[in-house]
């Protein structure tokens, strides 16, 4: 089964796309909370697993999910840091994925290092040293990659990787060919291909000599954007590509930082509700491409 954005749009504004409720037919349950280890070699991360009620083979193609600086759960979670608690945008997405008929983990990079609330907009310089998005949170994503190449229910070498916001920026950084900590990673040893949502395209300085991606990465931001700039971004994917790098940046008018949260208060913005069904539909074209046998 496959679902198009429009149609997910839909279920969501019905109300009816939550993890365990009653949306789409293949839809996932409750996701799944698992332990493993960061590339790190120190770190227990937690991830939750969303898989299609009914697999469409025996082994799927996966995504890796990165979250951004407020953490993986909801700012409702009352001090509850678990599956029923994520945040409404990671339950949306980790659904629809399944629904389309792949296995993804959200990875929760954060709680396990101590700060499962995240941090608020605007706390950039107070964020500790082992929660940096250039060197530490790709580690993460790497160990998300090992932990689903083991699983006898995904397709070893047909894994993505999606961030948002602070977890875009670490995807941008987890797909540079001197990704930091890991060794000329390939898309027969990494990802291959990558989405990242709205990030900080500065990196920290550490590819001001030139960013050039081992698989193909694509960019979605708003020009609206509070929080981080999209020029910036254009600059990157500019400079990456006249050095051969499959890169590209789409672009929304009008569009904010978090505009695929599927919260009233992010899509009431017509440029956000836009957006979102854009960028959600160009990500699922671009998987299939990319990801499926």
Known sequence: MRVRAAAWVAWLALGVVVPGGSGPANAAQEPERVTFRSADGKTRLVGYVFKPARMPAARVPAVVMMHGRAGAYSSQAGGVFAASTLSQRHATWG???????????????????????????????????????????????????????????????????????????????????????????????????????????GLKGRFDHGYRPYAPVRIFHGTADEEVSP?????????????????????????????????????????NAAAFEDAMERARAFFARELEP
Not at 250 to 270: C, I, S, V
């Open 95 to 201: 659904e629809f994925w399944a629904v389309n008929g792949y296995i993804a983990i959200l990875v929760d990079g954060f709680g396990p290092r101590g700060y499962p609330r995240g941090f608020p907009r605007f706390s950039y310089k107070r964020r500790p040293p082992e929660l940096d998005e250039v060197t530490i949170r790709p580690l993460d994503a790497y160990g998300a990659l090992a932990y689903l190449r083991s699983r006898p229910d995904v397709l070893p070498g047909r894994i993505g990787l999606l961030g948002w916001s602070n977890g875009g920026s670490a995807t941008l950084a987890a797909m540079s060919r001197d990704a930091p900590g890991i060794a000329a990673p390939t898309p027969a040893s990494g990802f291959r291909a990558a989405l990242a949502f709205y990030p900080a395209c």
């Open 231 to 271: 020029r910036r971004c254009g600059a990157l994917v500019e400079k990456s590509r006249a050095l051969g790098g499959d890169m590209a940046i789409r672009l929304y008018e009008g569009a904010t930082h978090g505009f695929d949260d599927p919260g009233r208060r992010r899509q009431r913005l017509p440029a």
